[in-house]
T-cell receptor
Framework: GENVEQHPSTLSVQEGDSAVIKCTYSDSASNYFPWYKQELGKGPQLIIDIRSNVGEKKDQRIAVTLNKTAKHFSLHITETQPEDSAVYFCAASKGSSGSARQLTFGSGTQLTVLP | KAGVTQTPRYLIKTRGQQVTLSCSPISGHRSVSWYQQTPGQGLQFLFEYFSETQRNKGNFPGRFSGRQFSNSRSEMNVSTLELGDSALYLC????????????FGQGTRLTVV
């Protein structure tokens, strides 16, 4: 089955700096790659996603890049703020038109933004 | 638009008992997936229901089961609870037909003592 590896497990950055989290996947048939942010006591919140027919997607301070050949994708957060502090999860799935039918998650990255 | 609602939020059960968790998806969404989140194993897929039928199933023992009703609400049941079943159980809702995102509820924190 699919295996998703995520690095680093913890990341501390100064407020205003950029943060990058990387994931690799094993199944070349995977075609949908969402990123979730989970704050303490809450469920994961979808922050951005990318499908395999796209190489990059941006939404304000957040961007995701996908390299299908290398089977890896990354989350980039620019101008980080204290409220960005949370655990971030990458995930992968495969299915018609890239749906989120069965997500395989990475192990998570605890991001801390220092004021 | 209301989000995904999971009840109850917290539950304490004794080993050997059974438990039922409930999930109401976003209005109009027909797919409900369940995940187990633990510190050791992370987020793991349990199963997915679409139009009252189980479409996918993860690698969990038969003690874990679920169902979906005609209004898309879903329940999951765990029988003969073990200490290792202590976890946050998350429900995700999606439209269920091609190219759709999954939105999670706040989860049910189950503690088995």
């Amino acid at each position: 089955g699919e295996n998703v590896e995520q690095h680093p497990s913890t990341l501390s950055v100064q407020e205003g700096d950029s943060a990058v989290i990387k994931c690799t996947y094993s199944d070349s048939a995977s075609n949908y790659f969402p990123w979730y942010k989970q704050e303490l006591g809450k469920g994961p919140q979808l922050i951005i996603d990318i499908r395999s027919n796209v190489g990059e997607k941006k939404d304000q301070r957040i961007a995701v890049t996908l390299n299908k050949t290398a089977k890896h994708f990354s989350l980039h957060i620019t101008e980080t703020q204290p409220e960005d502090s949370a655990v971030y999860f990458c995930a992968a799935s495969k299915g018609s038109s890239g749906s989120a039918r069965q997500l395989t998650f990475g192990s998570g990255t605890q991001l801390t933004v220092l004021p | 638009k209301a989000g995904v609602t999971q009840t109850p939020r917290y539950l304490i059960k004794t080993r050997g008992q059974q438990v039922t968790l409930s999930c109401s998806p976003i209005s109009g969404h027909r797919s409900v997936s369940w995940y187990q989140q633990t510190p050791g194993q992370g987020l793991q897929f349990l199963f997915e229901y679409f139009s009252e039928t189980q479409r996918n199933k993860g690698n969990f023992p038969g003690r874990f089961s679920g169902r979906q009703f005609s209004n898309s609400r879903s329940e999951m049941n765990v029988s003969t609870l073990e200490l290792g079943d202590s976890a946050l159980y998350l429900c995700a809702s999606s439209r269920g037909t091609g190219g759709t995102e999954a939105f999670f509820g706040q989860g049910t924190r189950l503690t088995v003592v």
